[in-house]
T-cell receptor
Framework: KAGVTQTPRYLIKTRGQQVTLSCSPI?????VSWYQQTPGQGLQFLFEYFSETQRNKGNFPGRFSGRQFSNSRSEMNVSTLELGDSALYLCASSDPGQLSYEQYFGPGTRLTVT | KNQVEQSPQSLIILEGKNCTLQ??????????LRWYKQDTGRGPVSLTI???SENTKSNGRYTATLDADTKQSSLHITASQLSDSASYIC????????????WGLGTSLAVNP
């Protein structure tokens, strides 16, 4: 099976702009989670989607939003970018039917806001 | 408060040596504990997952232990290699429908020749 893919891998944006990141989960996985990772902060949970519905949400402002399509692919959008949004954004897919609920991560999108 | 604390924050060892990383948690109710390896600029990769009833699990040169009574876990790396240089993250999953994950900040390991 192909792994989790994320596009683009690198992105440079200017403050005030918006950005959309994409994630394609492992075939058959219907749950997609998004994380923000910055140096010294560890992975911060953004939200989780399952069957096109947001199931969990972290403590991020409303500028961060997401959605999931019928084929389980997911997009994350950040509006009105701030310098502090510069981070590695990771997507993880999982099969909720698994008892361990293991998450499989993509390579991430490195976002730089200038 | 649900927390996962890892120590040390960073570690430098020589190639071929062993090392042990620690993870203490206060997450309740507990479902499982995972160790991930994350190379710089890449996504985390799962090393082990342990449930309440498991106290040891190995994955090659990686051996994780879990003491559910004291809420402590350790990851032991045997005969380290240069490729072991990475961040090692401990994650505890809460039991329940949401299966919330509580992430540690990780231990940064550098293996020098």
């Amino acid at each position: 099976k192909a792994g989790v893919t994320q596009t683009p891998r690198y992105l440079i944006k200017t403050r005030g702009q918006q950005v959309t990141l994409s994630c394609s989960p492992i075939s058959g996985h219907r749950s997609v989670s998004w994380y923000q990772q910055t140096p010294g902060q560890g992975l911060q949970f953004l939200f989780e989607y399952f069957s096109e519905t947001q199931r969990n949400k972290g403590n991020f402002p409303g500028r961060f939003s997401g959605r999931q399509f019928s084929n389980s692919r997911s997009e994350m959008n950040v509006s009105t970018l701030e310098l502090g949004d510069s981070a590695l954004y990771l997507c993880a897919s999982s099969d909720p039917g698994q008892l361990s609920y293991e998450q499989y991560f993509g390579p991430g999108t490195r976002l730089t806001v200038t | 408060k649900n927390q996962v604390e890892q120590s040390p924050q960073s570690l430098i060892i020589l190639e071929g040596k062993n090392c042990t990383l620690q993870c203490n948690y206060t997450v309740s109710p507990f479902s499982n504990l995972r160790w991930y390896k994350q190379d710089t600029g890449r996504g985390p990769v799962s090393l082990t997952i342990m449930t309440f009833s498991e106290n040891t699990k190995s994955n090659g040169r990686y051996t994780a232990t879990l003491d559910a009574d004291t809420k402590q876990s350790s990851l032991h790396i045997t005969a380290s290699q240069l490729s072991d240089s990475a961040s090692y993250i401990c994650v505890v999953s809460k039991a329940g429908n949401n299966r919330k994950l509580i992430w540690g900040l990780g231990t940064s390991l550098a293996v020098n020749p």
